[in-house]
């Protein structure tokens, strides 16, 4: 990996361990477990920061991971899926995106005033406020972080994919 990733490194894993935090205190609630995708049918774009920690994930498999991934990669995935999401798993999921680690979590826009996650979770009724991610403070931090690499250029995913392929 390489140095300038650091910070990318640094949040993805402070998101994962909110969500995991989350997930955990309210695991009656939240309907987000492996194989649910729900929140997976989107195309978006990321910092390029985040698809050069993408690129390294990738570099660091084995010959015959990367030679899967790619063959996996070159399939066609469901309709309206995530460029990297096959039979309802993400075929990038050690390395995802900062903003895929928080899908389901309550998320808080301040300048909206509004709690957001998924409909599957907190069917009772929204979780206290101090469980809430501020979504604008993270959006913030992840746009720092790739100011900070100098990679702040945004990227779809789909255009990503065709990069690794090559």
């Known amino acids: 990996m390489s140095g300038s990733n650091k910070p990318i490194v640094t949040l993805q894993e402070n998101a994962s361990g909110f969500f995991d935090k989350i997930s955990s205190k309210y695991s009656a609630d939240m309907k987000c477990k492996v194989g649910c995708s729900k929140c997976?049918?989107?195309?978006?774009?990321?910092?390029?920061?985040?698809?050069?920690?993408?690129?390294?994930?990738?570099?660091?498999?084995?010959?015959?991971?990367?030679?899967?991934?790619?063959?996996?990669?070159?399939?066609k995935n469901e309709q309206g899926a995530c460029t990297f999401l096959y039979n309802n798993q993400c075929s990038i999921y050690e390395a995802r995106p900062v903003i895929c680690r928080t899908q389901g979590a309550p998320l808080f826009l301040a300048s909206e005033n509004v709690l957001d996650y998924c409909p599957l979770n907190f069917e009772q009724g929204d979780p206290p406020k101090e469980d809430w991610l501020n979504l604008e403070r993270l959006n913030t931090m992840l746009s720092l972080a790739a100011k900070t690499t100098q990679l702040d250029e945004r990227i779809r995913l789909k255009k990503f994919k065709i990069e690794l392929l090559k």
Not at 43 to 58: L, T, Y
């Open 40 to 75: 997976c049918f989107t195309d978006i774009s990321i910092f390029k920061v985040e698809s050069e920690r993408i690129s390294d994930w990738f570099k660091v498999q084995s010959v015959e991971k990367q030679l899967e991934l790619k063959t996996l990669w070159l399939t």
